[in-house]
């Protein structure tokens, strides 16, 4: 059986690594390479390593870093962050990621997810999506939740679906870092939608989170980031609360 | 021990060559040019992308000669991970179709859904049930869970050519082998402790 995925996700900001809350006041959290280390020795179901500012900054992204830090890293690997052509994505793919995510570009040319899965398959193509809520429905925004596309999110999901996505990344800006529990309402909106898996991003506070994330959103997987920041909880902890609750877990 | 790794252009080979580093090989080679391939111990054919794309660099970079010259001889074990299993088949359809390398009978096409639980592409962890005892999974225990991210599958013709089954889309075949041919749908140099166990496996055959 498939398993649901638990997801560190790792953002990446100048030389470290940060946590915000709404996409702002970024907090350091630790150095990249260290927490790699440390989740791929605890065997973590995959990891997201987001440069947020690469987009912001309009540069490519940090090929030798992302070398060095996929050499230590024998867990499934997504990059994202910056990334504007097909030949960002083979560079990518050749430092040793295994997918990559897509957000911004994917907005302004839709062909580079429709030649990226065709070239490198569907599996390696990621759209990560980060969306608010204005008047009552979710729309979709680019530039590290800077801008606002005036796209809806389920209208964009069914979109890059068709263009050849893997894999849908849902992020709620709102609910992101503030540790309430995700938007269930905006996961619904996504996999009602689309037909390819998606993971849940934006809010996680506990393990109950995760699990109302896979039960009633249907996400096929769920991405953490300050509950393994910034409590005592861990990525091994909210597999065995899956499991108690009968979500197949990796064990 | 030497490995080489045929890079014809698809997808993640520092992955793949950090993990049979991080294995029993003495030395790991990303190999670009076809006549290399006969001085190596063992050979990886890694992958991700498309089957026609896959397969159309083979045949424009001369590699697909060499690999049925070296499979027909059977004295250098290969290993096909993923996309690179795939192409072990007589003819795909991701893309357009295609014939593939044919070292081993049979076709590759799409995953169709049983139910509305199912998602494809498949991606994730899953078990792998061992079928005809092969000698690529001593030690690993039945429904052990390897990460696997695909949306196509092969479908050999002949059931002895399985090594491995999975439960998706009702049931797939995660493993296939003929002598001294292996091919894995999953990522062993993804999957951890499980994956090494595998290439170290793969890395004491004769």
């Known amino acids: 059986m498939l398993k649901a995925r638990v997801i560190p996700t790792l953002l990446w900001k100048d030389v470290g690594l940060v946590k915000g809350r709404g996409f702002n006041s970024w907090r350091r959290v630790d150095t990249v390479l260290p927490a790699i280390k440390v989740y791929n020795m605890r065997e973590v179901d995959e990891l997201i390593l987001l440069d947020i500012s690469s987009t912001n900054d309009k540069r490519e992204p940090d090929y030798e870093s ?39 570009e994917a907005f302004n040319n839709i062909n580079l997810i429709k030649e990226g899965a065709k070239i490198f ?11 608010k809520k204005e008047n009552g429905k979710y729309y979709c925004y680019s530039h590290c939740g800077n801008k606002c596309t005036g796209i809806e999110v389920s209208i964009w999901a069914k979109e890059v679906e068709r263009n050849g996505a893997g894999e849908i990344l849902i992020t709620s800006i709102e609910k992101d870092g503030t540790m309430e529990g995700y938007d269930i309402d905006l996961i619904k909106e996504v996999t009602d939608n689309v037909k390819i898996p998606v993971i849940a991003s934006g809010g996680a506070g506990d393990y109950e989170d ?40 990796r064990k | 021990m030497k490995v080489y790794i045929i890079d014809y252009g698809m997808g993640n080979l520092m992955s793949v060559k950090r993990a049979f580093e991080e294995c ?103 078990e792998i049930h ?38 998706y889309c009702g049931e797939f075949v995660s493993g296939v082998s003929k002598d001294n041919i292996y091919g894995v749908q999953f990522h062993p140099e993804k999957s951890h402790k499980s994956g090494f166990k595998i290439i170290n496996n793969f890395l004491s055959m004769e």
């Open chain 1, 210 to 249: 995760l699990y109302i994330a896979i039960n009633e959103g249907k996400a096929s997987a769920v991405a953490v980031a300050s509950i393994f920041h910034f409590t005592e909880k861990t990525p091994r902890e909210a597999k065995m609360f899956l499991a108690s609750k009968g979500v197949p877990v």
């Open chain 2, 24 to 126: 029993e090989a003495d030395e790991v080679h990303i190999c670009n040019e076809p006549e290399e391939l006969f001085s190596a111990d063992a050979i990886v054919l890694p992958g991700v992308g498309t089957f026609y794309e896959g397969m159309n660099n083979l045949n424009s970079k001369g590699w697909t000669k060499i690999i049925k010259q070296i499979a027909r001889e059977g004295q250098i074990p290969i290993l096909g991970i993923c996309l690179g299993m795939q192409l072990f088949a007589s003819k795909g359809y991701e893309g357009k179709e295609i014939e593939g390398l044919n070292l081993i009978d049979g076709e590759v096409k799409k995953l169709t859904t049983t139910n509305e639980n199912e998602r494809i592409p498949h991606v994730g962890w899953n």
């Open chain 2, 130 to 167: 061992k079928f005809n005892d092969s000698s690529l999974f001593v030690g690993i225990d039945n429904a052990t869970d390897f990460y696997f991210v695909h949306s196509y599958h092969f479908i050999p013709k002949y059931e002895s050519n399985i090594i491995a089954k999975t439960s």
């Open chain 1, 66 to 104: 992302i070398k060095e830090f996929s050499q230590e890293c024998f867990i499934p690997f997504t990059v994202g962050g910056g990334i504007k052509s097909i030949e960002n994505i083979k560079k990518l793919l050749r430092s040793g990621a295994d997918k990559v995510a897509i957000n911004t």
């Open chain 1, 121 to 131: 398959g569907s599996q390696c193509i990621v759209v990560s999506i980060d969306a």
